[in-house]
Structure formats: C-alpha cells, structure tokens
C-alpha cells in the first residue's frame, strides 16, 4: 500500500512539473508573443530602405538635429539619402551613401531641421528623398533636448559655413544630462470667475 502513494505520489509531481508551464503561459496571441518594439521615434519600413527611431531633437523652437538610422533593404545596389523635405522647413544639405544591405546614422550627416513647425511635443510630417528616385514619407517626433537627449541638438545651422579643422577630432567629453522641466497644467481660472 505504501509503494502504491508513493508512486502515485510521484506521478503526480511529474504531472505538476510538466503542466506548469503551459497553465503559466499568457495563452494565445497575449502580447508576450508579438514583436513589440518600443522606441522613441519613428520607424518606418519601405520597399528598399528601413528607417528607425528618427526623431528631431530641439533646443530651441525653431530648429532641431534629425537623429534615427537609414538601412538599405536592397542587395545590389548603393542607395543615397539625398534630402529631406517638410511643410514648412528647411534641412541643410547633407547625403549617406548605403552600400547593398549597409546603414548610417542621419546624424552623421548633420541635418539641421528649421522652421516654424519645430517644436517640442510636435509631430513633423517628412519625406526623406533618395537618389534612385524613391520617397519615404515619415512622421517625425521633435524631442526637447534634455534627459537621454541632452546634447544632440548639435548639427550646424543652415546659415553657418563650418570649415573643418585640420587634424581636429571630436571631443569625448561627458555630457551632463539636463533634466527635462515638468509641465505646469494650465489654471482653469480663478475662483468666482465663470469660464
């Protein structure tokens, strides 16, 4: 008898053992199971290219650095981001050149956005230009600069002419982060006046 518990004993906690993982999973189709990709910025997938997390980041109303990554998806050909476009602003000139399958950073072309439109808490609408012809339309986040941004509002104006400097490298200072001010609400009026 006592042979007989203890091996309905076990088979019992064998049962537990195996079935513990499924009762704990989320079930079907939970969000556990899809890609979820959380970033910052905009990414958008189009036919030859892939851009990634691109966000505009503003110190100042009125102008902003273009941040995010450009992927080529074509296997043959070099592709060149040649412009960017939006209602309203202006972009300095800058170009990536994307070897088949290769990438670049937008802020390594140090595009200044500018214009009215930028601003903090603003959704821009762009369209980034190739030089094959194709056009990828974006809607773009404007970020403060402060917290993880703080120090990346840092592509030279439209206006400047920068000449590189002989031998300079840049700096590999850390840059202390500014924190990011907490918006006040709004009163709703004073007491005793009527809305």
């Known amino acids: 008898m006592l042979a007989?518990?203890?091996h309905t004993l076990r088979l019992a906690a064998i049962g537990v053992l195996v079935s513990a993982p499924l009762l704990a999973s989320c079930g079907f189709d939970e969000a556990t199971n899809r890609i979820n990709q959380i970033t910052a910025g905009t990414t958008v997938h189009a036919d030859e290219v892939t851009l990634s997390n691109v966000v505009i980041v503003s110190e100042e109303e009125g102008s902003g650095t273009l941040h995010g990554l450009v992927a080529s998806r074509n296997a043959d050909d070099v592709i060149t981001l040649t412009g960017v476009e939006g209602?309203?602003?202006t972009a300095t000139d800058g170009e990536i050149e994307l070897e088949p399958y290769g990438r670049g950073q937008l802020e390594e072309a140090g595009l200044r956005i500018d214009g009215e439109p930028v601003a903090p808490g603003r959704v821009l609408p762009m369209t980034f230009v190739f030089d094959d012809?194709?056009?990828?339309?974006?809607?773009?986040f404007v970020k403060r600069a402060c917290g993880q941004y703080t120090g990346l509002d840092d592509a030279p104006s439209a206006d400047l002419e920068i000449a590189p400097s002989a031998g300079a490298e840049p700096a590999d200072e850390a840059v202390e982060q500014v924190p990011c001010p907490v918006d006040e609400p709004e009163p709703h009026g004073e007491e005793g006046e009527e809305e």
Not at 133 to 140: F, I, Q, R, T
């Open 87 to 89: 209602e309203g602003v």
């Open 4 to 6: 007989r518990s203890r």
């Open 133 to 140: 012809g194709s056009e990828v339309p974006v809607d773009v």
